[in-house]
């Protein structure tokens, strides 16, 4: 199998050049600057066995090569291999370890990695243990003689588009002085207990976020969220259009209520993916879903609301 690798033009460049250069040469054959998709499932062969590099699409193909190329160089790495989706890469990466192996795993993971370790690698004989990974030092409390893989998501759901983490940023701030909402999780905020190392480890702070609404229970959440006009109620991240999800009931269902409690995933706990529509529009839309949820006149300044929150104690 051909995987991407260094393309040793550009090393010498900074991150922003080898965004746009590296593994994006223009095409050999017709000069074309972008180069094209390449959507053959096969490759012609000159004789049996002997081809230009690729033979079927599944194993590689022109565009997967470009694209690994570009990634093994932006994260200046050796090589980089591409999957169709996020689970394949997961499957394929936990079945580096074989049966009787132990696995130690970030605590709140991808529900769907969450349910991979839980269903199909427990089934492979593999066993996991899931750790709250703030505080180093659990790692190495959890190693066995048999760990073989040490799964990290850091920071857990990733995206890092700028415009995204600006109108996260925005939204982070316009939720945390809202009277309806409890508290507000987005590592971009100084109030979040790991901003400092969010600042070390990261280049910005991704468009996702999570708040806590105000008396927290199913149908305050369901409230809200059926009110919405320009978030989409549906799971996924790092869309261009901004998305609102409950993950108690929607990506970490799967989770005991215990262990959804032992990471504070409660039916209060509403998840955003903020995209990229106009940041002014975004909070506009929370404020009237928030107001709606909680029965309060959209009339009544934000001010006013706090007061009226105030004397409901709720
Ligand atoms: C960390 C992580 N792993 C895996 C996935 C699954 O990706 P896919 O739906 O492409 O399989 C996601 C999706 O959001 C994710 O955030």
Redesign the pocket.
Known sequence: MTIGGIDPKFSSDHFDTRAIHAGQLPDAQTGAVVPPLSLSTTFVQSSAGVHKGFDYSRTSNPTRINFETAISSLERGQFAVAF???????TAVANLVKSGSHIVCVAD??G??FRYMTNVAANNGITVDFVDMADPSNISKHIRNNTKMVWI?SP???TLRLQHQENALHVAKFLESHPLVDSVMFPGLPSHPQHQLALKQCKGFSGMLSFRIKDGTISKSNAFLTSLRLFCLA????AVESLAELPSVMTHASLTPEARAALGIDDGLIRLSVGVEDKEDLVRDLDQALRKAFQISSSSAPRVVSAVFAKSKL
């Open positions: 169709s989706s996020g689970c394949a890469t997961t993971v991808y769907g990695t998501e857990t759901n990733p799971e996924s991240l790092g």
